[in-house]
């Protein structure tokens, strides 16, 4: 096996291309962005990963990775579209279904066809595997069909593609070998051969377990409001327990897994999802409850100026997907009291729908500055300068990642600690 053609080169499909070009694959990605497919021909990349732009760059200097508008034959091929979902939270599986199509024509007996993207349980048996029985093939005997779900972090993930164990689920049991064997080349870690049923289910639960116990910190965070306990100080010491490990709690969850994937879990057993949909619907209340906790703090204030920090769903990224910053930035936007300015030195113009402000501009005359992602710029804010420079110095750091002190003219809050809070 020589060539491997990858459906979709965003946040997973354009480094999962550049290991597999790295590892001597012949490999063409394949985008309906033309700018994509532009940039990534001359070297180039618009994604903020660590040392994807020099991988790349590499990668297609050496001839081993192109990038196309259209699919091509290939020996394997790697579908890494978005899995988005509808307004009622079920899963929108169409690109997925679109990019399967797109490679159909191009596909011969005894290829290999993955599925990366993260899909509901039962989507290669129930609607991929039809596809390809509709094309002509036998989807059990003429092609190795499977799903292998990415489990990378932003910011490692070029050293997760490789060194993390990889589940591949088959569609049959020869199928699942031959998948394995395409990620045997690349990956270091264990390769865990199932069924795919089994493989869609397992990356719903992986990130299903880190929703749930979001939700329980974010609930603690709430409740310890009401009474006036800091809840970093309770999880700190419940976390001494041996088998104890409460999560932080934040301003919600974002990104393309964990307020996504638990959905697709409660779309095919919502009678029995119970805890997993009140942790969604927990953390999902987590804007709200941070724009309220902004309304108290500048209840005095007839105008208040509110500088928003950090957009992305975690720090030192330049990811918004579902990033529950955006949600509570258009909250804000939309009450005609605040006066908002909103900053992410990791975030581009054309990724959102409205103005962004250099720290300088957001700073200036601030009544209340609200920490949203642990970005390492806002690790290392200066006391003194946010104090000079505000026209009330106040800051609400719903990552608790700050460091800044109650001390020298400056007042912090926290989510989980709003002790002092009228």
Do not use: W
Not at 85 to 114: L, Q
Not at 357 to 378: G, P
């Amino acid at each position: 096996m020589q060539k491997i053609c990858i459906i979709g080169l965003g946040y997973i499909g354009l480094p999962t291309a550049a290991v597999f070009a790295r590892a001597g694959y012949d490999v063409v990605g394949v985008d309906v962005n033309k700018k994509v497919i532009e940039l990534l021909n001359k070297g180039e990349i618009i994604i903020e990963e660590n040392g994807l732009p020099e991988v790349v760059k590499e990668a297609v200097e050496s001839g081993k990775l192109r990038a196309s508008l259209e699919p091509e034959a290939a020996d394997a091929f790697i579908v890494a579209v978005p899995t988005p979902v509808h307004a009622d939270h079920t899963a929108n599986v169409d690109y997925v279904v679109s990019a399967v199509e797109k490679i159909v024509p191009h596909v011969k007996k005894g290829d290999v066809v993955i599925v990366e993207s993260t899909i509901p349980p039962r989507t290669i048996d129930d609607v991929v595997a039809p596809i390809f029985k509709e094309a002509g093939f036998d989807p059990e005997k003429d092609i190795h069909l499977a799903h292998c779900p990415e489990r990378v972090l932003p910011g490692r993930i070029l050293i997760e593609l490789v060194e993390n164990a990889r589940i591949v689920g088959g569609l049959t049991p020869e199928a699942a070998e031959k998948a394995a064997d395409v990620y045997r080349r690349v990956v270091t870690g264990d390769i865990l051969v199932t069924e795919a049923v089994t493989a869609e289910m397992s990356k719903l639960m992986e990130n299903t377990f880190r929703d749930v116990n979001i939700a329980l910190a974010n609930e603690l965070s709430k409740i310890c409001g009401v009474l006036g306990v800091d809840a970093h100080k309770v999880i700190e010491l419940a976390n001494r327990h041996p088998r104890v490990n409460l999560h932080q709690p934040g301003p919600g969850v974002g990104g393309h897994c964990l307020a996504v994937d638990p959905y697709f879990i409660v779309e095919k057993a919502p009678a029995e999802a119970q805890i997993i949909k009140m942790s969604r619907d927990i953390n999902n209340s987590m804007p709200d409850y941070v724009v309220d906790q902004i309304v108290r703090m500048t209840g005095d204030i007839e105008r208040p100026t509110v500088a928003l920090f950090g957009l992305t769903y975690k720090g030192n990224i330049d990811d918004v997907r579902e990033s529950p910053a955006i949600e509570i930035v258009e909250k804000m936007i939309e009450n005609p009291r605040f006066n908002v300015r909103v900053h992410d030195p990791h975030v581009r113009d054309e990724q959102v729908s409205f103005p962004l402000s250099s720290f300088e501009e957001a700073v200036a005359d601030a009544h209340l500055i609200v920490i949203l992602a642990d970005h390492n710029e806002f690790k290392q804010l200066d006391q003194h300068t946010l104090v000079s420079k505000m026209a009330r110095p106040v800051v609400f750091d719903t990552k608790n990642c700050t460091g800044l002190q109650n001390t020298n003219g400056l007042t912090v809050h926290k989510i989980g600690d709003l002790r002092g809070l009228s």
